[in-house]
């Protein structure tokens, strides 16, 4: 997926396939892939806007934010496995 020029649509595919029920109706299959291209293009913005310009090396604040965001992910996922995400 590094390599792939659209590497969102590939996410997605691979989530549709995974999660989406086979019997999902066209219109909730059209609003998830709005929801999970929101989702990506907040993830995309916060890490644009959050990161230190002009380092060469992330810096301790650019890996903060993303530990933060990996438990905030990494919660989700538990949540989703209970049932319980929302």
């Not at 590939?10 to 995974?18: G, S, T």
């Not at 644009?48 to 310009?53: A, G, I, L, N």
């Not at 992330?58 to 438990?71: C, D, F, G, K, V």
Request: glycine fraction near 4%; charged fraction near 30%; charge should be negative.
């Amino acid at each position: 997926m590094p390599d792939s020029p659209k590497p969102i649509d590939d996410a997605w595919n691979h989530f549709a396939r995974v999660v989406i029920p086979n019997d999902a109706k066209e219109v909730q299959r059209a609003e998830m892939r709005k929801s999970f291209f929101a989702g990506a293009y907040a993830l995309f913005t916060i890490l644009m806007k959050e990161t230190d310009d002009g380092e060469d090396e992330p810096t301790e604040s650019n890996i903060q934010l993303m530990r933060h965001a990996e438990a905030n992910l990494m919660e989700f996922v538990k949540d989703l496995g209970e049932s319980k995400a929302h």
